[in-house]
């Protein structure tokens, strides 16, 4: 069973920056897809980011340009980069790691980002 846990989370200005972290174990091979998944106050869920094991990425269109995604696959870490944080941002952070590409297997226990002045 994979385990993730994140770390990063908190209070931060508009235009700040915060840097998301979130390491799997339970496994002895790296997860193929690691990612993070973002849910606004009113529920609403989005992908923010995700990362294949071989270097693939993918972005929301809403974060493009100020959010990086990392992995560490030596460690099975990833780690999601937030740059220009905008009130809009606000939300709880999910990690996840996916057998395939496509998939959605285990999840974090979510971090809170609250973009405010």
């Known amino acids: 069973q994979v385990q993730l846990v994140e770390s990063g989370g908190g209070l931060v200005q508009p235009g700040g920056s915060l840097r998301l972290s979130c390491a799997a174990s339970?496994?002895?091979?790296?997860?193929?897809?690691m990612g993070w998944y973002r849910q606004f106050p009113g529920k609403q869920r989005e992908r923010v980011a995700r990362m294949a094991r071989g270097g693939l990425t993918d972005y929301a269109d809403s974060v493009k340009g100020r959010f990086t995604v990392s992995r560490d696959n030596a460690r099975s870490t990833v780690h999601l980069q937030m740059n220009s944080l905008q009130p809009e941002d606000t939300a709880v952070y999910y990690c996840y790691a996916g057998k395939s590409w496509f998939s959605y297997d285990y999840w974090g226990q979510g971090t809170q980002v609250t973009v405010s002045s």
């Open positions: 339970g496994s002895t091979v790296s997860p193929y897809a």
